[in-house]
């Protein structure tokens, strides 16, 4: 979708959360600012303090904001779990869920997250893929309007706050094979198999311990006991974990070889137990001080845990 193209219908979207249903008719008038976002996505997450702040500081000019929540995996179809997402994020604006695509499509989207920026006769007239550009954004969302003030004020934090760009050395990494590119040792996909963690592990790698599966989109634990970790350089990092058919799995957090300390992510404690209650992105990590390599391991007693992919701050 590009500058001067018609703001696609979002009829196709397959529900829609603190809304009724938003078509020509209710947006006419207005500028609407399209969001695309999937609740685990890191990138996304960093940009909601500015979402947030937007809908609120411009609501009262004219400005429509409509999250449209397209799922990257596909536990991230369950309409609860994004409910629940949107009230976390404090979110007071329209979201349309796209669980078809078909809004995705009508966009030709590629991206998490995404902005579309729409003035009041429906035309798009700016876009912008990623995190970052907020105060061009931002003066977008102004011009559109009409309007010419200070800009709102942002504050990110916890999940939300800026990443530490300056020491971030690695990438995200997805564990399933569709999109992973190292795999564990000896990874036989979609069958049990029996991994061995090593001694050390080289810088930006992973790997398992106990007996695993390798699935496109995920690796799913088979027996209690089993191990996930991996090296990197980061202020934070993440992994977005799903709990398949438990209710709750608990886990635990070491860095190199120990309890993480104020080095916890807000997901687990100083000691490094956390659970695993339902499918999202779990901050394991975010170093206190100096941001250096380590090597972070979680660790499961119970079977079940399917993990998905491994995100830095």
Not at 25 to 51: M, Q, S
Not at 223 to 241: K, M, T
Not at 273 to 296: C, I, P, S
Request: proline share 5%.
């Amino acid at each position: 979708m590009f500058r001067g193209q018609r703001l696609p219908s979002f009829g196709a979207a397959t529900g829609w959360i603190n809304s009724e249903p938003l078509g020509s008719a209710e947006l006419k008038g207005h500028v609407v600012l399209v969001d695309f976002w999937t609740l685990t996505c890191i990138n996304w997450l960093r940009t909601v303090p500015y979402l947030r702040a937007w809908s609120q500081a411009y609501a009262g000019d004219g400005l429509i904001v409509i999250g449209v929540h397209t799922p990257e995996f596909e536990f991230e179809h369950e309409t609860d779990l994004v409910r629940q997402a949107v009230k976390e994020r404090g979110f007071d604006y329209p979201v349309a869920l796209d669980n078809d695509y078909a809004v995705w499509s009508a966009f030709d989207n590629h991206y998490w997250p995404a902005l579309y920026f729409a003035d009041d006769r429906g035309m798009i007239r700016d876009h912008h893929f990623g995190e970052g550009r907020y105060v061009e954004s931002e003066r977008s969302i102004q011009r559109l309007l009409g309007i010419e003030r200070e800009p709102a004020s942002v504050i990110g934090t916890g999940v939300e706050a800026p990443a530490d760009w300056n020491q971030l050395r690695t990438p995200e990494t997805y564990l399933g094979y569709a999109r992973g590119g190292q795999l564990p040792g000896g990874a036989g996909l979609d069958d049990r198999h029996d991994y061995q963690l090593p001694e050390r592990l080289a810088f930006n790698s992973w790997a398992l311990g106990g007996r695993w599966t390798v699935r496109p989109e995920f690796v799913v634990l088979e027996e209690p006991g089993g191990r996930l970790a991996f090296r990197f350089q980061a202020r934070d990092a993440h992994l977005v974990l799903a709990p398949g058919a438990s209710d709750a799995i608990p886990f635990r957090v070491l860095l190199d070889g120990e309890a993480p300390g104020r080095s916890h992510g807000v997901d687990v404690d100083e000691d490094g137990n956390g659970v695993l209650r339902e499918g999202r992105m779990y901050q394991l990590v975010r170093q206190y001080d100096a941001v250096l390599e380590r090597t972070v391991e979680m660790r499961f007693d119970e079977a079940g845990v399917e993990a998905y992919v491994v995100t830095f701050g």
